[in-house]
């Protein structure tokens, strides 16, 4: 049956033609200015769509403020986008308005609020949705081409891996101060510290409740932390390096150049560097990259699996796959359930070509996951004992409660946290909270990054491949009890950012709106990414490097400093410059009890005393209270 064609003039008297499913968009003769039109109306259709945003540098998901931060301006750019893409409307995709609609806005406690706020966010992604097809009617020829020539070129590579890493570099430098910012930051920042000092663990501090952080195991004779040792073991080498910051946007350019590598194997070259490209572009990664989090390694060793499998199946040779069998084994030393996936997925793809090649990766990976059983009894005492679950047993009740499954007992009762236990219901309502953060956080549009899979409509061999990936990695995390919260968008699902990128790729080739497409991805760049690291990175949580400046100030040299502030953040944001050892340098303890302080002043005779005031007690940065007497 012959699809029904429709015809309309484009921009400016050109000649469209698209069909009724939206599939393919192609036009003539159309100039730059009707293309430049329609993408200043998107800058500042989302300008004014973030200005509604209330996202900040506490811990909440980002909601849409429409009545508390409605400005003149913003509702009159709105208003005038509405009234010039309306008659785009008709020709949307249905199953791409229902995407935009649906994964609009975070529910609310409150189902009147977030009903209202439901609707207007739907109605204004709709209308940025309608203006992304206005622009897509309008590319010209010559800019077409320009694009094509673009992602055949050969230095587009090398260039978004030099993009990959600086624009992460200059968020971490400029936004989060080279600075640990999440109790899980501290952490790893400390641990990769130790590991400097050729250290498996340290010894107990004394008065160990005074040096008391989250996610930091204290027990008779040691001190550690109870996350997996491979990003640590590896950012102890940019901390040797003295630039432990720049460690994830290094990795972040490594993960460009290996996703490019396979895609080129796995897809037709213009697709793999569009793919290659959007995740260069995806503030998602970028943000990511920016932070001391395990995520950007842990894709690292799942690109590098996927690539050597893929020559394995071209080539036949089990080297390949053995390689591929330590890169999966490896990604357990770092987040174990996303290695076990990873494990699981490459398997059945090399399974289905190279039964010999399966069996040697899964050896390989075997031997090298048992490095991580082999850590777990050198640092708890029994290989089947994780650290980090050994952590959260010894500081709540009952045992499990951060253990896999469902069940009244699982979870900790957090504010973010959204029943008590974890159930199904639970997990398809945190999936729906990461599908809507992925939707904003994926490529920074304003229409949504995932709207554009509505239009999707023959599915290729690697789109399956692609999909079983992103359903992998979903249905694994739906087993744990936390669905990953607002920080770095649905940082769980992490692994799907390469397979996410392909589709929406193979979507914009398919509508012919590659241009369109790189055009919001330029408006995210220069819009969404400079207000989200201002806007909740700086400052995120409160956690500031102050103290750093203040030591340096006032010279705190071998110093007893007392903070005062609650544990997290006016002490963690300090307590994680503490010298490995105890030894030489400022010596940053939580102020507590007189018998607390006493006891800390005999454990630390001759040490100048200095007291410092954090950031929940300034409002502001940290400040020396009192110095030696």
């Known amino acids: 049956m012959k699809r029904k064609v429709l015809r309309s003039r484009g921009a400016n008297g050109g000649e469209a033609r698209s069909d009724s499913g939206g599939d393919r968009l192609r036009f003539a003769r159309v100039p730059f200015n009707a293309f430049l039109g329609w993408l200043l109306l998107a ?44 008659r785009a409307l008709p020709r949307l995709p249905r199953a791409s308005i229902a995407i935009a609609a649906v994964l609009a806005a975070i529910p609310s406690p409150d189902p009147s609020a977030y009903a209202i706020e439901a609707a207007l966010a739907s109605a204004a992604v709709i209308i940025n949705l309608a203006n992304f097809w206005m622009l897509a009617r309008a590319i010209p020829e010559p800019l077409r081409d320009l694009v094509n020539r673009l992602l055949d070129s050969r230095w587009l590579v090398p260039a978004a891996a030099v993009w990959c890493f600086a624009v992460p570099a200059l968020l971490s430098a400029l936004a989060y101060q080279r600075h640990p910012h999440i109790s899980d930051e ?74 490019s590598a396979l895609l080129r194997r796995i897809l037709d070259s213009r697709t793999a560097a569009l793919a290659s490209l959007l995740f260069a572009l995806s503030p998602w990664a970028l943000f990511l990259a920016m932070s001391y989090m395990t995520h950007t390694f842990s894709l690292t060793c799942g690109i590098a699996g996927a690539y050597c499998v893929a020559r394995s199946r071209e080539s036949g040779s089990p080297a390949w796959a053995v390689l591929a069998g330590f890169a999966a084994g490896a990604a357990t030393w770092i987040r174990p359930l996303e290695g076990i996936v990873v494990a699981i997925l490459l398997g059945l793809w090399l399974l289905g070509t190279r039964r010999t090649a399966a069996v040697a990766m899964a050896v390989s990976g075997a031997i090298t ?29 009952p045992p499990g409660r951060n253990a896999l499954g469902f069940g009244p007992t699982r979870g900790f ?52 491949w692609m999909i079983a990936v992103c359903a992998g990695s979903v249905i694994s995390q739906a087993f744990y009890w936390y669905g990953s919260g607002p920080d770095f968008g649905p940082r769980y699902w992490f692994p799907i950012v390469i397979p996410i990128s392909v589709l929406v790729a193979r979507v914009l080739r398919d509508l012919d709106a590659v241009p369109a497409g790189l055009a919001l991805s330029a408006v995210a760049m220069l819009l969404f990414i400079p207000w989200r690291a201002a806007d909740k990175y700086r400052g995120y949580l409160r956690m500031s490097p102050d103290v750093l400046k203040l030591a340096a100030t006032h010279r705190f040299g071998n110093a007893l400093v007392f903070v005062r502030g609650d544990e997290y953040p006016d002490y963690a944001s300090a307590g ?51 110095g030696p007497k």
Do not use: C
């Open 43 to 86: 800058a500042a259709g989302q300008a004014a769509l973030l200005s509604f945003v209330d996202a900040g540098p506490l811990i909440h998901f980002q909601h849409y403020r429409f009545a508390a931060k409605a400005t003149v301006w913003a509702i009159a750019v709105m208003a005038v986008q509405s009234a010039l893409v309306i």
């Open 186 to 259: 501290v952490s790893i920042l400390f641990h990769a510290r130790y590991f400097t000092e050729g250290l498996w663990f340290m010894p107990l501090p004394p008065v160990p409740e005074a040096f008391k952080m989250d996610l930091m195991t204290q027990r008779a004779d040691r001190w550690y932390s109870p996350f997996p040792p491979g990003w640590p073991a590896l950012l102890s080498l940019g901390v040797r390096a003295g630039v432990p910051w720049l460690m994830n946007p290094l990795l972040n350019a490594a993960n460009l150049l290996l996703a």
């Open 369 to 397: 996951a048992s490095v991580q059983l082999a850590y777990n009894a050198l640092i708890t005492g029994n290989a089947r004992t994780f650290p980090v679950m050994e952590y959260f047993d010894l500081n709540y009740s």
């Open 413 to 464: 009762d957090w504010p973010i946290d959204v029943w008590p236990g974890h159930s199904p219901a639970e997990a398809l309502l945190n999936s729906f909270a990461n599908a809507i953060t992925l939707n904003t956080e994926l490529l920074g549009w304003a229409m949504g990054s995932l709207v554009l899979l509505g239009a999707l409509r023959k599915f290729a061999r690697t789109d399956w």
């Open 576 to 626: 994680v410059y503490n010298p490995i050892g105890l030894r030489e340098g400022p010596v940053y303890v939580r102020e507590g009890s007189p018998e607390r302080e006493a006891a800390l002043r005999a454990a630390f005779p001759n040490r100048p005393v200095w007291r410092v005031d954090g950031p929940t007690i300034t409002g502001g940065g940290y400040r020396v209270s009192e």
